[in-house]
């Protein structure tokens, strides 16, 4: 697993910015002991590269778009999509088209001013629009007095895309005429042509993206592109987004044509959301409020259901000048304080003193909220904006929502008491919960004495709470120094447990390994497991990334789905992935997760490179750092939840089978599965 490339900060994305002031000169460096070795002398000015242009993008494609994944794909046409946004969010455009052509490539064309196409002033002989598509940074955005708020802030969107693509070609019509250039990868395959004379105004950009850096196949997936545009027709309420899309490319229920217009924005976002959906009250709460003393405006519509929404028991969606933050930000923060004071308010104003109960987690935990905020100079976390951390926005839209919900609260009195006891409901429970959970874990830690086992976490609820059980004391001391010490515990176990599925009940009762494990979740076996009982919200199970490793994994899961298999079948099972190697060369380092993996790395990122290859023996000889980089740290490692995705009855003979007290089943086992043996095996 490769560790996360670091995001760029504001140095490393101008490399324009000027020097420090007063900084002295280098000192002569001292005569360094003689070495007459070649590799002492290996290193010298001519190993020094100067990027120039757009090549770091095409060199360093994360650091731009997250990555070359799926998702990165289709951020290329989010970030063209972004601009032609931001030309109609500043009233200079009503109409977007969009189209996936028969090539692959997308179009999309905007009636806005157009960009500019005459001579760049600090350069005469390109034009402003060669220089924004082939120079990073550079764009009409920064001064802020042709665009109020933009979803593009560095000046990298165009450029990025026009980097990382086979084939680009732009087409502006502005100052009564058509305009065209063409490039590829980054670079003007001739200059800027003028076609003939025109009275349309606006930009239209075709893009195919590079396969040298998306992988051979890459493709533009049809739905999502058609999701994408809907969604930012809901974002402003003025412009109509056109779609269509070659028929040859269209492999689902994707339309080849449609047109997205919404008039009530946001709301009617909410209503095809929510649609069918059980609502708490009968009219959402939703609105949008031009605040011009803070420079910004809001929109927004959210309803409570109390069955939830699908898959989920509420969901939010924010955004930024139209751009998507799902990791959330100041602007969320800020809806949730502003509901959370108003119905306390109201709570307050009724005579109803459980109102001092309510937190924003119980008013949003069965709400369903899209939130858009548009803001001048937003910050946002990376260049791909997916958090946004801008101080002004939640003040901004806590001020903007508190008026309008103490009205819409006062208005509708029934509603309102309706909607303050469904909260105030979900705070009870939420109180009962934690109630419950501290007797249980202060029950279960009188039980147990394990003071050189088990590390508890700090966190008396199970909420968020993970037990790690880990093979041997070595790997414990290197997790316990990894880990959280708010909420992960550490359990080290003994060598390989017990097979409960080939050994006696009477057996399986007196293993003081399965009984210390049983004491340290809190739960009883069989019919008297109780999900509720358990004192971690996860278990997981992480052992070494070898066959000894596996094996005890096997056993675990064995004794988990033998014992209390609603444990797995309700999530809460999983299945640490640690790396077995670590590969670097030249301050780069990765790690992989087996040999297959290695070997597609040495094939991929070092192909013609000699890194040092590290392999791990155990999770014991790991640096803490190392572990929890790799395997502990939500943010950058890998869980395998275990499910029981067949039947019953196939889930019963395969545990017999491999598990079981008859060998000779496994024996057939073995010689039926020989065949996907033999890569494993070298042979």
Aim: charged share 30%.
């Amino acid at each position: 697993m490769s560790t996360a490339v670091p995001k760029p900060t504001s140095a490393d994305l101008f490399d324009d910015a000027p020097a420090p002031p007063h900084v002295a000169p280098l000192p002569e460096p001292k005569a360094a002991p003689k070495d007459n070795s070649a590799a002492a002398n290996a290193y010298s000015a001519k190993d020094i590269e100067v990027l120039e242009g757009l090549e770091p993008v095409r060199k360093r494609p994360g650091m731009y778009i997250g990555g070359t994944d799926e998702r990165a794909l289709h951020h290329l046409f989010a970030e063209l999509l972004d601009n032609s946004m931001d030309e109609a969010v500043a009233g200079h455009a009503k109409l977007i088209e969009v189209s996936l052509n028969a090539d692959g490539s997308i179009t999309v064309r905007d009636d806005g001013r157009g960009i500019p196409v005459d001579p760049y002033p600090k350069d005469p002989s390109k034009s402003a629009l060669e220089i924004i598509m082939t120079v990073l940074h550079s764009g009409g955005k920064f001064s802020g007095k042709n665009y109020e708020t933009s979803g593009g802030l560095h000046g990298v969107g165009v450029s990025v895309v026009n980097a990382l693509s086979e084939r680009v070609e732009v087409r502006v019509w502005r100052d009564g005429f058509e305009w065209k250039q063409s490039f590829s990868r980054g670079k003007p395959l001739g200059p800027l042509e003028q076609l003939g004379a025109s009275r349309k105004h606006g930009t239209s950009t075709t893009f195919l993206p590079d396969e040298q850096i998306f992988g051979e196949g890459a493709a533009f997936k049809p739905a999502r592109l058609l999701r994408m545009a809907r969604s930012k027709a809901y974002l402003f309420r003025g412009v109509e987004i056109r779609w269509s899309c070659d028929p040859g490319r269209i492999h689902d229920q994707t339309p080849a044509e449609a047109v997205f217009h919404f008039p009530n924005g946001l709301a009617d976002f909410l209503a095809e959301r929510t649609k069918g959906i059980e609502t708490v009250t009968p009219e959402p709460f939703a609105g949008r409020i031009e605040r011009k003393a803070e420079g910004g405006a809001v929109e927004w519509a959210l309803t409570w259901s109390p069955a939830g929404f699908g898959e989920a028991d509420g969901f939010m969606q924010s955004y930024c000048n139209t751009v998507p933050t799902p990791e959330g930000g100041t602007h969320e923060a800020g809806l949730r304080a502003a509901l959370t004071r108003g119905l306390k308010a109201y709570a307050e104003l009724t005579g109803d003193k459980r109102g001092g109960l309510i937190t924003a987690e119980d008013v949003i935990a069965q709400a369903g909220v899209l939130v858009s905020v548009f803001i001048r100079n937003p910050e946002f976390q990376g260049q791909t904006k997916e958090r946004l951390s801008s101080s002004d926005a939640q003040r901004l839209v806590e001020a903007a929502l508190r008026d309008p919900f103490d009205h819409w609260l006062t208005a509708a009195p029934k509603t309102a008491s309706t909607l303050l006891e469904f909260v105030i409901e979900r705070a009870e429970e939420r109180l009962k919960r934690r109630k419950d959970k501290e007797v249980a874990r202060a029950s279960a830690t009188r039980k147990l004495r394990l003071p050189g086992k088990l590390a508890d976490c700090a966190d008396s609820s199970s909420e968020g709470a993970e037990l790690f059980i880990v093979e041997g004391d070595s790997a414990g001391g290197s997790a316990k120094q990894a880990r959280n010490r708010r909420n992960q515990a550490i359990l080290p176990l003994r060598g390989k447990i017990l097979n409960v599925a080939s050994a006696t009940g009477e057996k399986a009762a007196e293993n003081k390994e399965l009984s210390d494990l049983m004491l340290a979740l809190g739960v009883q076996g069989g019919s008297r497991f109780k999900e509720e009982d358990l004192r971690y919200e996860r278990i997981v199970i992480m052992t070494d990334a070898d066959v000894d490793g596996a094996h005890i994994a096997s056993l675990l899961i064995t004794f988990f789905y033998r014992t209390m298999p609603d444990m797995i079948r309700a999530g809460r099972l999983f299945l640490a992935l640690p790396p077995l190697y670590r590969i670097s060369h030249g301050g780069k380092t990765v790690y992989a997760r087996d040999d297959a993996h290695k070997d597609e790395l040495l094939a991929g990122e070092f192909k013609g490179k000699k890194p040092e290859i590290g392999r791990f023996k155990g999770l014991g000889e790991m640096m803490p750092a190392q572990l929890k980089e790799t395997t502990m740290d939500p943010s950058k490692r890998t869980l395998a939840r275990v499910t029981l995705p067949r039947s019953e009855e196939q889930v019963e003979s395969l545990v017999e089978t491999l598990m079981g007290r008859k060998p000779e089943l496994r024996f057939r086992f073995i010689q039926e599965n020989a065949e996907f043996a033999v890569e494993d095996l070298d042979l």
